[in-house]
């Protein structure tokens, strides 16, 4: 899980987690998110991730691939 506590979003800090993430393992890189989380998957997109898969109209399955 990612979470950045409201009074440290909007910083880079999980742009900068995500960042360290991606350039430290193999790809594909796969996560779940949920769709109501708009922010959170607007981040996933703007760093590469796309959307693969929707499960039970709650959560995405996104995916990174360098």
Same mark, same amino acid.
């Given at each position: 899980d990612l979470y950045v506590f409201p009074e440290f979003?909007?910083?880079?800090? &999980? #742009?900068?987690?995500?960042?360290?993430?991606? &350039? #430290?393992?193999?790809t594909p890189i796969m996560l779940y998110v949920f769709i109501r989380n708009t922010r959170a998957v607007e981040l996933y997109k703007r760093m590469g991730f796309e959307v693969t898969e929707t499960i039970k109209d709650s959560r995405f399955i996104m995916r990174y691939e360098k």
């Open positions: 979003q909007n910083r880079g800090i &999980g #742009s900068a987690v995500i960042q360290k993430c991606c &350039g #430290s393992v193999q």
